[in-house]
């Protein structure tokens, strides 16, 4: 079947519905070819040609577990069950599913799947109040077996877990390599965003806003200023520090053994929806700190490499020894409105493909 030709409706309700699922700087990595009324292959790919975040595929596989868990949450509401299957044999950049979806009679919608479009990230300052006993067992109960979480609390870990924000977003804002991955993602003067992040759900001032705007337009700008006039300051203040101590917690999501990734954490991020809980994933420290413990040369520039290293150690001391290789996802969490500006995602139309057009 051609991209062009009518889809099948329940198809089309269920994937405008997943299509909502969070990814790394709002990539949307994936693509939708469109099989029959009950069977579509998920085309995914990464980003590791041009993301410094994403040279190992991790993030871009993360945000494919969390399409896949959107589209499975959203069949429920149609009484269907999805039945996904890896591709054997793609490369491991493509990675590449097919999705078929059974009639299950009787089948109750799982409640989450209304949640999927109201999800958003809050990059703003939360509310401090204490996560309540029921709000924390509601998040662990929604992760899959095999899965557990820490939650990082109090007022002495929180400021533990914003002094590491703070300190890992240094090693970001003077990376060459980070600097092209953030020039490319950000919509500036924007509220909302279909294929980036707008500026206004950065979590800066629009004066801070304005300003990084034309810094990042040319390296040597942002050089000049990081070297001269304490420029990574303001960002990470705001950006970092700040929202790292206003929070009621940070957790992470621990797998029982090393893992390879996680599909099933969208759950989590949609209970909290539910209850009303705003968060923010926090993932750059575990990626370097993965970095280093597979020895990938992630930058040209001198110095950071070492720099990403004192950051490993500085993880490690936060989560524990025995737990930080287990970990996952890591983000902070907390009462509080829902972001004002955010992420839109590209229209369903631009998101269908024919298979020799994504080939
Ligand atoms: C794998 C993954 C990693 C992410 N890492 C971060 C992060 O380190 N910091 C952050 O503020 N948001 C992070 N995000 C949130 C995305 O930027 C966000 O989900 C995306 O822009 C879509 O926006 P929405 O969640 O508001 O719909 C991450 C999301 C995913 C799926």
Not at 56 to 82: C, F, K, N, T, V
Not at 147 to 164: D, K, M, N, P, S
Not at 272 to 286: D, K, N, S, V, Y
Request: net charge positive; glycine share 6%; proline share 7%.
């Amino acid at each position: 079947m051609r991209a062009d030709h009518p889809i099948d409706a329940t198809l089309t309700a269920i994937l405008e519905q997943a299509r909502w699922a969070p990814s790394g700087d709002n990539t949307q990595p994936w693509r939708f070819e469109v099989r029959g009324p009950r069977h579509v292959v998920v085309h995914g790919f990464d980003t590791r040609s041009h993301c410094v975040y994403d040279l190992d595929g991790h993030p871009s596989q993360l945000s494919l577990g969390a399409l896949l868990e959107s589209m499975a949450l959203a069949a429920s509401s149609h009484g269907l069950r999805m039945e996904a299957q890896r591709r054997m044999g793609m490369p491991d950049h493509l990675p590449t599913f097919d999705a078929v979806f059974v009639d299950v009679p009787g089948m109750p919608p799982d409640p989450l799947a209304a949640l999927l479009p109201r999800r958003s990230v809050q990059r703003r300052r939360l509310s401090t109040r204490s996560l309540r006993v029921s709000e924390k067992a509601a998040l662990a109960a929604s992760l899959p077996p095999g899965y557990g979480v820490l939650w990082l609390e109090g007022a002495r870990t929180r400021f533990a877990c914003a002094r590491l924000m703070f300190n890992n977003a240094r090693l970001r804002l003077i990376m060459p390599e980070a600097h092209q991955v953030h020039r490319d993602v950000i919509e500036w003067n924007a509220r909302f965003s279909a294929d980036r992040i707008p500026d206004q759900a950065l979590g800066v001032d629009p004066v801070t806003a304005k300003l990084m705007r034309w810094i990042m337009r040319s390296w040597r700008r942002v050089d000049f200023f990081n070297t001269w006039l304490a420029g990574t300051l303001a960002p990470r203040l705001q950006m970092d520090l700040l929202p790292g101590w206003y929070c009621a917690a940070h957790f992470a999501l621990l797998a029982e053994a090393p893992p390879r990734h996680i599909d099933d954490y969208v759950a989590f991020w949609l209970t909290a929806t539910e209850l009303g809980l705003q968060l923010q994933p926090e993932l750059t420290p575990l990626i370097f700190a993965r970095y280093v413990r597979e020895r990938r040369v992630f930058s040209r520039t001198g110095g950071l490499q070492e720099l990403a290293q004192e950051l490993a150690v500085q993880t490690r001391a936060l989560l524990g020894d025995t737990v930080s290789e287990r970990a996952v996802f890591l983000g902070r969490i907390g009462a509080g409105p829902p972001a004002d500006a955010r992420s839109l995602r590209r229209p369903l139309k631009d998101l269908l493909v024919a298979e020799s057009t994504h080939a």
